[in-house]
């Protein structure tokens, strides 16, 4: 195997995909730095396309939701403007509705735990 072929991310929910680097540029880390690019857009393609919350989102691409949310609200902003602002959308929205969410989680937690005392 050719040692400058490296895997771009294993949980990204593409399909597998190549980048072919040089040694300098892996020294330099302009590797790593267009593999955080790479992930900031698609983590904004998928938050914009499932309507993903940054839960979702971090757990379907096996980051942390702080890696998630930095990527989307500071990389992408500098990244890809358009989808950042799609992106934002998504998450005004989710942040509007996140304590309607957590109530219903909450009444059908209870409702689980009373429906087992019967």
């Known amino acids: 195997m050719n040692p400058y072929l490296y895997k771009s991310y294993p949980f990204s929910h593409k399909p597998y995909h190549f980048c072919i680097v040089s040694n300098n540029e892996m020294r330099e880390g302009a590797f790593m730095k267009g593999i955080v690019e790479e992930r900031a857009v698609e983590l904004g393609e998928y938050i914009v396309e499932f309507k993903a919350t940054v839960r979702a989102a971090a757990k379907k691409f096996g980051v ?55």
């Open 64 to 118: 942390s939701k702080s890696t998630v949310h930095k990527d989307v609200t500071q990389r992408l902003k500098q990244i890809d403007r358009q989808l950042y602002q799609e992106v934002e959308k998504v998450l005004q929205v989710n942040k509007a509705q996140r304590h309607i969410r957590g109530g219903q989680a909450t009444k059908e937690k209870y409702a689980r735990l009373n429906g087992h005392k019967k």
